[in-house]
């Protein structure tokens, strides 16, 4: 089993760009979460969707977007990208019986 | 909204010494769960405590959930240099799929 797959896992963008950050679980989880940490700042959540055909707001959800496109997949949209969306994205999934979450490898994102 | 608050932020230990991190949170919390995340790597699950007062050991690693399901700590006994890493608290706000995280300890440890 892969687990968590993200891509890309790197991104460079200039202000304004459009981007969607892909993210698959293969291991048959109900619930997907995308995170963005910053240094100093810990996790901080943006978006999450608790089972398929559902998504919720996080903490910090403004210039987001996200498509719970099927069971297996979650993605993240940054419509116009600003400086301050550089951050490391991850990706992670839940099994609800025993609450522990999975993180992808992550997606370093830069926005000059 | 909920904050989970984690000291201290950075901790130097000269390896063989111990080390401790304290996680409080704002409002009570399901259960708590203790994440390692290495030097450019992902967050990885090392436990979760669900009950008042639990105690949990994993080698050199103490867990602890407070009385009043509002704190937790990790005590890492004599520590080596594998420790390295951020450490975080994760709480699951009561009645949602929402996962808080605290502001994360990196540890440091000099051979």
């Known amino acids: 089993n892969a687990g968590v797959t993200q891509t890309p896992k790197f991104q460079v963008l200039k202000t304004g760009q459009s981007m969607t950050l892909q993210c698959a679980q293969d291991?048959?989880?109900?619930?997907m979460y995308w995170y963005r940490q910053d240094p100093g700042m810990g996790l901080r959540l943006i978006y999450y969707s608790a089972s398929e055909g559902t998504t919720d707001k996080g903490e910090v959800p403004n210039g987001y977007n996200v498509s719970r496109l099927n069971k297996r997949e979650f993605s993240l949209r940054l419509e116009s990208a600003a400086p301050s969306q550089t951050s490391v994205y991850f990706c992670?999934?839940?099994?609800?019986?025993?609450?522990?979450?999975?993180f992808g490898a992550g997606t370093r994102l830069s926005v000059l | 909204g909920q904050q989970v608050m984690q000291i201290p932020q950075y901790q130097h230990v000269q390896e063989g010494e111990d080390f401790t991190t304290y996680c409080n949170s704002s409002t009570t919390l399901s259960n708590i769960q203790w994440y390692k995340q290495r030097p450019g790597g992902h967050p990885v699950f090392l436990i979760q405590?669900?009950?008042?007062?639990e105690v949990k050991k994993q080698k050199r690693l103490t867990f602890q959930f407070g009385e009043a399901k509002k704190n937790s700590s990790l005590h890492i006994t004599a520590t080596q240099t594998t420790d390295v890493g951020t450490y975080f608290c994760?709480?699951?706000?009561?009645?949602?799929?929402?996962?808080?995280f605290g502001t994360g300890t990196r540890l440091k440890v000099l051979a």
């Open positions: 405590l669900v009950k008042s007062g």
């Open positions: 291991m048959n989880h109900n619930s």
């Open positions: 994760a709480g699951l706000s009561s009645g949602t799929y929402k996962y808080i």
């Open positions: 992670a999934s839940t099994e609800l019986a025993k609450n522990i979450q999975y």
